[in-house]
């Protein structure tokens, strides 16, 4: 199939043609020619006012529920959800059931996705059922296809378990994700410790439970003299260490989750069960600071944390809700809503991710392989549940007028345009 999209501001620091309005021919999934006023006669043709394409979007955490929670999310659902937001490339939690803690359940996430229209990455566990007592299978899990490895929506608690787990991975030039929480530190809470929670009459978690780990696993990484992501910061203080240990030359990176730039613990007095998360949101002021620091640079990189939910487990008291929500959807629109420039959204989804784990960059030149996200950065519209490819609803986005409209992806020969 020959697809030609007319008119597109390409914006790719890995292209030549950076900054620059083409056309762009594909032929059988490979990009045949890029130039201007294109004539050529194809299948389908992509043309729309503002049109801009980048090399495929990554995003680096999200649970797609397959196997064990289908009713929440599955590969083909999560697919489908995923390239709806723009990405041709999700790395899996193993928070699946069984947890992917061995070579069959990676190579069981690697089979099934093969046919899909965006490539899956699967994160093998750290421990057995990711439970954080004995070290995972990791070399064979590797050798299987898991980018990296992480207990995922269960952070190990064991230091030396960690230790252990950043020395082996030394071996493969791997990579250890954690999302720091200390779980002994607040471990009733509810949202974030501090004068809405107590306003609200709700338990909190002090912000203390993630600095916390962030230090302590930054010791580590230092000691083991390896490497370690940090997802789902939320703290001031935890970028403060990161950045620190950035300039000291201690090998760690970290990302964000979206609703962190949008949301903070003042729209929780509503009760909107959607706005129950781990993190929880935080204070308006570290909001601000977290937005400062994607601005910066200190964080590389936003990572979804699509977490669907049934409607059993978010339409109920806020006590009994579980965290989490659906993001891979919203991500790009969130965060040009806040104000972050397209060219640095695209760095850090394209370059940034990839560049953590060892990944090939794709490029836009003749004779690449297509794999493209196609969007407009300045394009205002209302979430509305009808445009949610997931199973699960649960967003606090739904109803919200956004900015910055995702068109469809090119990638693996297939093309997936949005309505």
């Known amino acids: 199939m020959n697809v030609l999209i007319k008119q597109a501001t390409i914006i790719s620091p890995s292209s030549p043609f950076n900054g ?38 990554m995003d680096m955490y999200a649970d797609f529920g397959d196997p064990g929670f289908e009713q929440k999310e599955n590969i083909e659902s999560g697919s489908k959800a995923a390239a709806a937001g723009g990405f041709t490339d999700v790395i899996l939690v193993p928070n699946s059931r069984p947890v992917v803690d061995n070579k069959a359940q990676v190579e069981y996430i690697v089979q099934k996705a093969k046919e899909l229209a965006i490539n899956i990455h699967p994160l093998g566990a750290i421990s057995k059922k990711a439970e954080g007592k004995d070290l995972s299978e990791m070399y064979d899990m590797r050798q299987s296809g898991a980018i990296a490895f992480s207990d995922g929506i269960h952070p190990v608690q064991n230091s030396g378990l960690v230790l252990k787990a950043l020395q082996y991975v030394k071996t493969f030039n791997g990579t250890i994700i954690q999302f720091p929480d200390d779980t ?125 939910q049934h409607w059993d487990n978010k339409t109920c008291e806020f006590e009994y809700a579980k965290h989490g929500m659906i993001g891979l959807e919203t991500m790009f629109a969130v965060l040009m809503s806040c104000g972050l420039p397209a060219g640095d959204f695209v760095q850090m989804q394209t370059i940034n991710v990839r560049n953590i784990f060892g990944l090939p960059i794709p490029e836009i030149r ?54």
């Not at 203080?237 to 950035?246: A, L």
């Open 184 to 308: 002994s530190i607040g471990a009733n809470g509810l949202m974030n410790e501090g004068i809405i929670s107590t306003q609200m009459g709700l338990p909190g978690k002090p912000i203390l439970a993630e600095e916390l780990m962030v230090a302590r696993d930054l010791k580590l990484a230092r000691y083991a003299n390896s490497k370690i992501h940090f997802t789902g910061i939320s703290s001031p203080k935890s970028i403060e260490y990161i950045k620190r240990s950035k300039e000291s030359g201690i090998q760690v990176t970290c990302s964000i989750a979206p609703y962190q730039v949008y949301f903070c613990d003042e729209d929780l007095q509503g009760y909107d069960t959607n706005l129950k998360l781990n993190p929880p949101l935080r204070t308006r002021a570290d909001m601000i600071a977290i937005q400062k620091a994607l601005l910066d640079g200190t964080i590389d990189c936003i990572a979804s944390h699509h977490l669907p």
């Open 20 to 57: 620059q309005t083409k056309d762009i021919l594909i032929k059988e999934g490979t990009i045949a020619s890029i130039g201007t006023n294109l004539t050529d006669k194809a299948d389908q043709t992509i043309e729309q006012s503002g049109l801009c394409v980048s090399i495929g979007w």
């Open 366 to 419: 003749e004779g690449e392989t297509a794999s493209l996200t196609l969007f407009v950065p300045g394009e205002e519209f209302v979430f509305e549940e009808a445009m949610i490819r997931s199973k699960s609803k649960n967003s606090p986005f739904i109803g919200k007028k956004l900015k910055g409209k995702v068109v469809g992806i090119i990638n693996k020969s297939n093309i997936h345009l949005n309505n």
